[in-house]
């Protein structure tokens, strides 16, 4: 298992290499002078020349280069140009906006989506069937924005019971500790503000969780029926197990492999694409916060977000595949 977890490690270094040569290279993939383009036509040969210095835009590339992943390595992503700040300080509550509202939606996809494809597999060509892959083949190919728009509209304004944007009531803002809401909250011990909280979460949770937890339930299903078709599967059920039993306990193990792949995978998505639902739902996110970004052209700012997003999609791939060996010892093999 240690030389596995070790072979997996290593491999992840050229793969962060590439990442910090490809976001590195934004700037240099403007066209014409980059600081020029960051500062607009109307900007003084004095500012240009300024910022070039400050970004280290007049060196070699090489050593801009090596300057940039040395910053890296010590936790330095560099300073926003619009705000003048520190954007390694700046960013973190934007990512644990985005963790917060991805955990939400994958639990949510995560638990309806492999239920339902469990029910579908074990109910095969029944109504609960075909109305469940009915209900997901729709969630595929409904646009978030409009399902957004419509949970705004029928639960927000005509029915009035779950807030329709932001993170918690701005009228008696909390004091931020983990900049994660919910347990902040809890550390705060104030049970009022966790559940409205957790009402401000409902919306946009399901709106980013729909399209996951229909490709979760397709899968879930498709793998079930295959695995449900094995010979040892048939020798539990000749020992006299239940259905229950034999689907639970030795299926779905078996099954989960495809539909852990695509869980890790769509979590990494929802980590870097959340940007519709976090504008939409005014969620201060990291989609929201490299959009704006682009709109003020803070290219450190673009840079930064796209590493951090870049990193956590490789990680949670990572674990993807250290989750693997758990539940099938032979990959590790």
Same mark, same amino acid.
């Given at each position: 298992?240690?030389?596995?977890?070790?072979?997996?490690?290593?491999?992840?270094?050229? *793969?962060?290499?590439?990442?910090?040569?490809?976001?590195?290279?934004?700037?240099?993939?403007?066209?014409?002078?980059?600081?020029?383009?960051?500062?607009?036509?109307?900007?003084?040969?004095?500012? =240009?020349?300024?910022?070039?210095?400050?970004?280290?835009?007049?060196?070699?590339?090489?050593?801009?280069?090596?300057?940039?992943?040395?910053?890296?390595?010590?936790?330095?992503?560099?300073?926003?140009?619009?705000?003048?700040?520190? $954007?390694?300080?700046? =960013?973190?509550?934007?990512?644990?906006?985005? &963790?917060?509202?991805?955990?939400?939606?994958?639990?949510?996809?995560? *638990?309806?989506?492999? !239920?339902?494809?469990?029910?579908?597999?074990?109910?095969?060509?029944?109504?609960?069937? &075909?109305?469940?892959?009915? *209900?997901?083949?729709?969630?595929?190919?409904?646009?978030?924005?409009?399902?957004?728009?419509?949970?705004?509209?029928? &639960?927000?304004?005509?029915?009035?019971?779950?807030?329709?944007?932001?993170?918690? !009531? !701005?009228?008696?803002?909390?004091?931020?500790?983990?900049?994660?809401?919910?347990?902040?909250?809890?550390?705060?011990?104030?049970?009022?503000?966790?559940?409205?909280?957790?009402?401000?979460? $409902?919306?946009?949770?399901?709106?980013?969780?729909? =399209?996951?937890?229909?490709?979760?339930?397709?899968?879930?299903?498709?793998?079930?029926?295959?695995?449900?078709?094995?010979?040892?599967?048939?020798?539990?059920?000749?020992?006299?197990?239940?259905?229950?039993?034999?689907?639970?306990?030795?299926?779905?193990?078996?099954?989960?492999?495809?539909?852990?792949?695509? $869980?890790?995978?769509?979590?990494?998505?929802?980590?870097?694409?959340?940007?519709?639902?976090?504008?939409? &739902?005014?969620?201060?996110?990291?989609?929201?916060?490299?959009?704006?970004?682009?709109?003020?052209?803070?290219?450190?700012?673009?840079?930064?977000?796209?590493?951090? *997003?870049?990193?956590?999609?490789?990680?949670? !791939?990572?674990?993807?595949?250290?989750?693997?060996?758990?539940?099938?010892?032979?990959?590790?093999?």
């Amino acid at each position: 298992m240690a030389a596995y977890i070790s072979r997996r490690l290593l491999m992840l270094i050229p *793969v962060l290499i590439g990442m910090t040569l490809i976001t590195f290279s934004i700037v240099h993939l403007i066209p014409g002078n980059p600081a020029q383009t960051i500062l607009g036509e109307s900007a003084t040969e004095t500012a =240009i020349k300024n910022l070039e210095e400050s970004m280290g835009l007049n060196k070699p590339y090489p050593i801009q280069y090596s300057i940039y992943v040395t910053d890296l390595l010590q936790g330095d992503l560099g300073t926003s140009l619009r705000s003048k700040a520190p $954007i390694s300080k700046e =960013i973190w509550p934007y990512i644990a906006a985005t &963790f917060e509202l991805t955990l939400f939606a994958m639990i949510f996809a995560v *638990v309806i989506g492999v !239920n339902a494809g469990i029910i579908s597999a074990w109910k095969q060509n029944s109504w609960f069937d &075909f109305l469940a892959m009915l *209900v997901a083949l729709i969630g595929v190919s409904m646009p978030i924005f409009w399902l957004a728009l419509m949970e705004q509209w029928i &639960f927000a304004q005509e029915l009035g019971w779950l807030p329709a944007y932001g993170r918690q !009531n !701005n009228r008696d803002p909390m004091e931020a500790i983990t900049h994660f809401y919910v347990l902040d909250a809890m550390l705060h011990l104030d049970f009022s503000r966790i559940i409205g909280i957790l009402k401000h979460l $409902i919306l946009p949770s399901i709106a980013l969780g729909t =399209i996951p937890m229909a490709i979760i339930a397709r899968m879930t299903r498709s793998s079930m029926l295959e695995v449900m078709k094995s010979d040892y599967i048939r020798t539990v059920r000749a020992k006299g197990a239940g259905q229950f039993l034999v689907i639970y306990k030795h299926a779905l193990k078996n099954a989960m492999i495809p539909v852990l792949t695509v $869980i890790g995978l769509q979590t990494g998505v929802l980590l870097g694409g959340a940007i519709l639902t976090e504008t939409i &739902f005014s969620w201060p996110g990291i989609g929201r916060y490299i959009y704006e970004a682009i709109n003020y052209r803070d290219y450190p700012v673009i840079q930064s977000g796209i590493l951090v *997003v870049a990193f956590i999609f490789v990680i949670i !791939n990572l674990i993807v595949d250290l989750l693997y060996t758990y539940i099938d010892p032979r990959v590790k093999y």
